[in-house]
């Protein structure tokens, strides 16, 4: 296969191009990433010298860029994004300009060279909020009700994607996944924040009562999981991507982390909430499972012990970055 990948100097897309070709070594990718603030060459340094890796620094927004690159591969995964939530409530329109009219330049393209085949990864978070203690859960049938800028964009994204396949026949599969946790994630981000802010001596920083509750799937176990829908996925479907069984809150995760790092509570700082933060994400991932035979590979607490034992040996991976994404949040 010669795969188009967007977005892969992020944290998702560069664990899925170093999956990929260590499961799939003659085929060839082309990984096309503007390098926003969010994008990490380093995150793909071990792979920069492979002879089947390519990489183009351009904006999915540039039709003339996406038009050559899609002329060139026969599959297009698509993970390029603004993908922050509390980004999008300070500057909604770049998730606009990168989410909706980026993916529809991909997708005409697309249409444009013969209908290739296109993965589109979107989030659990186009469904709104769940309620809390409940047993609901979000799955392939839920409708949409997306309630931040980012999961409104996201939103409009998933539906164009759709609209080509139902009026052009382009041939597309969406996953709709969970709060994704592992190596090369941003330090803006819940898990690696609180991660490093601990390595540094910081405190964590818990956004209103810390009872908000999300589902946490290894990023790797996302990977597994667009693998099986792009070779056994059913055109036109979607899947919802989860990894837990039982809900975590924010605190519950913090509490493993302060514990796992011989910390305690007094290393806890609550801080102001996040306007409109969603309650809740729980996502059923039977459909998936059953059509697909998918499953996370291990426990929730093996994989976070993992995590915080490759931050702590990848200091020098994190340390700038660190700095933009808590002059961010002193900003915001
Ligand atoms: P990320 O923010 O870590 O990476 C996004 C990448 O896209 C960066 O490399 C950035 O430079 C690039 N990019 C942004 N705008 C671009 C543009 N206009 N043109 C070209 N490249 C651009 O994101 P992530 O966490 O890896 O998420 C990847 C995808 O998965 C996104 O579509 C996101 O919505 C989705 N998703 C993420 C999660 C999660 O927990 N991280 C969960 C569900 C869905
Ligand atoms: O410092 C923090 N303190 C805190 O309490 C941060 C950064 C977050 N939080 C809370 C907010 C959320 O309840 O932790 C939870 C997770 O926050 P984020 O890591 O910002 O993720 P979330 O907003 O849930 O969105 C993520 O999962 C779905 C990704 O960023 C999205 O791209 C994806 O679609």
């Known amino acids: 296969m010669k795969l188009l990948v967007t977005g892969g100097a992020g944290f998702i897309g560069s664990n899925f191009i170093r999956y990929w070709l260590e499961k799939y070594p003659s085929d060839q990718i082309i990984t096309l990433d503007s390098l926003t603030y969010a994008g990490h060459l380093s995150s793909l340094s071990d792979i920069e010298k492979n002879p089947n890796y390519a990489f183009v620094k351009g904006d999915i927004t540039d039709p003339v860029i996406v038009d050559e690159l899609v002329s060139q591969v026969d599959t297009i995964v698509h993970f390029a994004a603004e993908s922050h939530v509390d980004r999008s409530v300070k500057d909604p329109l770049v998730f606009v300009k990168t989410n909706i009219i980026g993916t529809q330049t991909l997708l005409e393209a697309a249409k444009k060279h013969g209908n290739k085949r296109f993965h589109h990864i979107s989030t659990d978070e186009v469904f709104g909020a769940l309620t809390l203690g409940t047993d609901a859960k979000f799955d392939e049938n839920t409708p949409y009700d997306p309630r931040s800028p980012y999961s409104a964009s996201k939103a409009g994204s998933d539906h164009l994607v759709r609209a080509y396949f139902h009026t052009f026949g382009l041939p597309i599969t969406i996953t709709n996944c969970s709060n994704n946790f592992g190596p090369y994630q941003d330090t803006e981000k819940f898990i690696p924040r609180m991660i490093t802010n601990l390595l540094q001596g910081e405190k964590v920083k818990i956004y209103g009562d810390g009872l908000y509750v999300r589902d946490w799937l290894y990023?790797?176990?996302?990977?597994?999981?667009?693998?099986?829908?792009?070779?056994?996925?059913?055109?036109?479907?979607?899947?919802?991507?989860?990894?837990?069984?039982?809900?975590?809150?924010?605190?519950?995760?913090?509490?493993?982390?302060?514990?796992?790092?011989?910390?305690?509570?007094?290393?806890?700082?609550?801080?102001?909430?996040?306007?409109?933060?969603?309650?809740?994400?729980?996502?059923?991932?039977?459909?998936?499972?059953?059509?697909?035979?998918?499953?996370?590979?291990?426990?929730?607490?093996?994989?976070?012990?993992?995590?915080?034992t490759w931050y702590n040996s990848n200091q020098s991976w994190w340390k700038d970055m660190k700095i933009t994404s808590e002059n961010f949040y002193k900003n915001k």
Not at 249 to 277: A, F
């Open 219 to 308: 990023v790797l176990d996302h990977c597994s999981a667009i693998d099986a829908v792009l070779k056994k996925g059913k055109i036109g479907d979607t899947y919802t991507v989860g990894g837990l069984t039982k809900d975590y809150s924010n605190l519950d995760i913090t509490m493993m982390i302060l514990k796992m790092m011989g910390k305690d509570e007094s290393s806890i700082e609550y801080v102001t909430d996040r306007p409109g933060h969603d309650r809740r994400y729980a996502v059923n991932w039977s459909k998936i499972n059953k059509e697909l035979d998918w499953s996370p590979s291990a426990d929730f607490d093996f994989r976070l012990q993992e995590t915080i």
